[in-house]
């Protein structure tokens, strides 16, 4: 069993930044691929970001590639998004994810999911 929990969300303007973390129980943490997905009022999940187990290998949505960076520390059982230029079409409830390897990054068929947190990006 993996729990998911997400912090950092809040309020800020476009332009601005924002870093998510999602910290994680277990001992298999470093095994397993670990994405950020979001859902915006009205709208279906969607994929953000991945990171393989290593953190040597990241897949992102082309609407944030450039501007969001995903990284993890195994140490501390913990996966981070950094949101940079953020833009108001960015406000969403932001889902902290995790799969066994072989997990397909992009697809939502990952094992466990945090409650996720909320972005608001005002213009």
């Known amino acids: 069993q993996v729990q998911l929990v997400e912090s950092g969300g809040g309020l800020v303007q476009a332009g601005g930044s924002l870093r998510l973390s999602c910290a994680a129980s277990?001992?298999?943490?470093?095994?397993?691929?670990m994405a950020w997905f979001r859902q915006a009022p009205g709208k279906e999940r969607e994929f953000v970001a991945a990171?393989?187990?290593?953190?040597?290998?990241?897949y992102y949505a082309d609407s944030v590639k450039g501007r969001f960076t995903i990284s993890r520390d195994n140490a501390k059982n913990t996966v981070y998004l950094q949101m940079n230029s953020l833009k108001p079409e960015d406000t969403a409830v932001y889902y902290c994810?995790?799969?066994?390897?072989?997990?397909?990054?992009?697809?939502?068929?990952?094992?466990?999911w945090g409650q996720g947190t909320q972005v608001t990006v005002s213009s």
């Open positions: 277990g001992r298999t943490f470093s095994s397993y691929v």
């Open positions: 990171v393989n187990w290593s953190g040597g290998r990241t």
């Open positions: 994810a995790a799969g066994p390897p072989g997990t397909t990054w992009y697809s939502a068929k990952y094992d466990y």
